[in-house]
Nanobody, 124 residues
Framework: QVQLVESGGGLVQPGGSLRLSCAAS????????MGWYRQAPGKQRELVAD???????NYADSVKGRFTISRDNAKNTVYLQMNSLKPEDTAAYYC??????????????????WGQGSQVTVSS
């Protein structure tokens, strides 16, 4: 099993910054893709940003130029630096990884894992 622990959410004023972190642990062989999704009340979960092992990243248009995703492969950790936050960024943010596990008979195929969610509220 792979466990994800998120940290860094909270309340911030418009224009402020927050940094989310998500650390993966367990019997990990490797992690292909790491990313962040968000879900606001009454809306579907949407991709915010994701990053593959070589550092190539993809962003939602709504956060380009304001958010930066990064990862530390040695620590199996992904970060989301959020700057110039807007009220419309308010949502629960979920970490996602696609990881292969070490099994007693070999290595698993990639599976999806989700963090517990971190609330980000942007309000004055």
């Amino acid at each position: 099993q792979v466990q994800l622990v998120e940290s860094g959410g909270g309340l911030v004023q418009p224009g402020g910054s927050l940094r989310l972190s998500c650390a993966a642990s367990g019997s990990i062989f490797n992690i292909d893709d790491m990313g962040w999704y968000r879900q606001a009340p009454g809306k579907q979960r949407e991709l915010v940003a994701d990053i593959i092992r070589d550092g190539s990243a993809n962003y939602a248009d709504s956060v380009k130029g304001r958010f930066t995703i990064s990862r530390d492969n040695a620590k199996n950790t992904v970060y989301l630096q959020m700057n110039s936050l807007k009220p419309e960024d308010t949502a629960a943010y979920y970490c996602h990884v696609k990881a292969r596990e070490i099994l007693w008979y070999g290595v698993s195929s990639p599976n999806d894992y989700w963090g517990q969610g971190s609330q980000v509220t942007v309000s004055s």
